[in-house]
T-cell receptor, first 109, second 112 residues
Framework: KNEVEQSPQNLTAQEGEFITINCSYS?????LHWLQQHPGGGIVSLFM???GKKKHGRLIATINIQEKHSSLHITASHPRDSAVYIC???????????FGTGTSLTVIP | NAGVTQTPKFQVLKTGQSMTLQCAQD?????MSWYRQDPGMGLRLIHY???????DQGEVPNGYNVSRSTTEDFPLRLLSAAPSQTSVYFC???????????FGQGTRLTVV
């Protein structure tokens, strides 16, 4: 069973487009995380959310606890945003993560 | 601060061999965990630890052992490598619940 579902799996956008990636979860979570992974690279934390909305530059993440749903938005997308974006739920007791399968984003100039 | 350091970065093993993947962090984090990443499966939890001397199993623990004798180190042992353990392995650490996690750069393991 997959307790964290993410969509879409693949996404191609033109530079400048507004992008949305969705995540839903079915478990009781401590927090919801958005991560970024470049090809062949490591994993970097973008956001950690337990409620509401957070913004870093052109990236915005929101979470609706009642609906068990989170979204990651990228405004004015750029080719350097091309990466895999991963949604993950962290649970007690060990802050261990359960991951979505990732969204592979390609932004075309 | 080096963050989370994994060694080696690449490894090729023969079926039946044993090895230890190393993970060390210098941030005084209590929480550490191991994941494997496979195409089409995403990342899956192998084992995790909430502090020195305390470990527990995740989703896919079979074939792997862990121990946590110090806060800094959380090694992952493959007892008898199998081709099904070919994967990219990531170690992560965090200060506590509801805090950001820091990931190592990964170890790419191939078992032939």
């Amino acid at each position: 069973k997959n307790e964290v579902e993410q969509s879409p799996q693949n996404l191609t956008a033109q530079e400048g487009e507004f992008i949305t990636i969705n995540c839903s979860y079915s478990v009781g979570i401590s927090a919801l995380h958005w991560l970024q992974q470049h090809p062949g690279g490591g994993i970097v934390s973008l956001f950690m959310l337990s409620s509401g909305k957070k913004k870093h530059g052109r990236l915005i993440a929101t979470i609706n606890i009642q609906e068990k749903h989170s979204s990651l938005h990228i405004t004015a997308s750029h080719p350097r945003d091309s990466a895999v974006y991963i949604c993950a739920a962290s649970l007690a007791p060990g802050n261990q993560f359960y991951f979505g399968t990732g969204t592979s984003l390609t932004v075309i100039p | 601060n080096a963050g989370v350091t994994q060694t080696p970065k690449f490894q090729v093993l023969k079926t039946g061999q044993s090895m230890t993947l190393q993970c060390a962090q210098d941030m005084n984090h209590e929480y550490m965990s191991w994941y494997r990443q496979d195409p089409g499966m995403g990342l899956r939890l192998i084992h995790y630890s909430v502090g020195a001397g305390i470990t527990d199993q995740g989703e896919v623990p079979n074939g792997y052992n862990v121990s946590r004798s110090t806060t800094e180190d959380f090694p992952l042992r493959l007892l008898s490598a199998a081709p099904s353990q070919t994967s990219v392995y990531f170690c992560a650490s965090s200060y506590s619940i509801n805090t950001e996690a820091f990931f190592g750069q990964g170890t790419r393991l191939t078992v032939v």
